[in-house]
């Protein structure tokens, strides 16, 4: 592969607990609901007010209304994680190996801007991206392909050549119909989850696992 693609939630850092934890609170404390984690879970992909949207359907809040809820489950949610904010383990090495091989390199995420930032910035890792798209540089969110095409196209990379790294189905549905191969990290979700997908390559628990450092040149 000539290029590699990550999300971030879930696939660089392992938060989603943290992002699941901060929706319930907003979903039942704030606006009334009375969601389990078991039902909340599922729904942790796509865009802010995608999630919303599919949680109270789509009367329920003006854009404007969404914009600020999701700013305040974002707040809450990076306040509680802060502390324990790390990349998983191994990736520092894997991405050190992969910008001194010359391999570039992409994030990929239906994160608003302000939590990649959030990551990248305080874990001082910007270097080494060359290309960042996040909710607000796409319109379709992932399963949809347009994420990681810009990406490719960001990288001036063919989608063929490009190497995704996921933790949900969605995204590695996405990474399939942009016709790019996936690595899935299993931080969030079962193998069996991912029975349908067939551009799945390797399941790995983190980045010290054997297929995914044979990935880097010399390796």
């Known amino acids: ?62 854009a404007d209304e969404m914009d600020r809820l999701s700013l305040e489950k974002e707040r809450r949610y990076q306040q509680e994680y802060l502390p324990n904010l790390a990349l998983l383990p191994g990736l520092p090495a894997f991405l050190e190996a992969a910008h001194r091989a010359g391999i570039p390199m992409a994030i990929g995420s239906a994160a608003i801007p302000f939590n990649i930032d959030f990551v990248l910035d305080n874990l001082r890792i910007r270097h080494y991206f060359s290309a960042i798209v996040s909710a607000d540089d796409v319109v379709l969110s992932k399963p949809h392909p347009e994420t990681f095409l810009k990406a490719a196209a960001q990288l001036g990379v063919a989608p063929a050549d490009c190497l995704v790294f996921e933790d949900v189905p969605k995204g590695a549905e996405a990474a399939l119909n942009a016709g790019m191969k996936a690595v899935v990290l299993t931080t969030t979700h079962e193998v069996a989850e991912f029975a ?13 696992d054997e297929f995914v450092r044979g990935l880097l040149p010399g390796a």
Do not use: C
């Open 196 to 208: 349908a997908l067939p551009n799945v390559l390797h399941f790995a628990p983190d980045f010290t």
């Open 1 to 62: 592969m000539k290029a590699f693609i990550f999300d971030m939630n879930g696939t660089m850092i392992h938060d989603m607990d943290y992002h699941t934890r901060a929706w319930r609170h907003l979903f039942n404390h704030d606006l009334g609901g009375s969601f389990t984690h078991e039902e909340v879970k599922p729904q942790m992909y796509g865009k802010n007010q995608e999630v919303l949207v599919r949680m109270f359907g789509p009367d329920r809040f003006t």
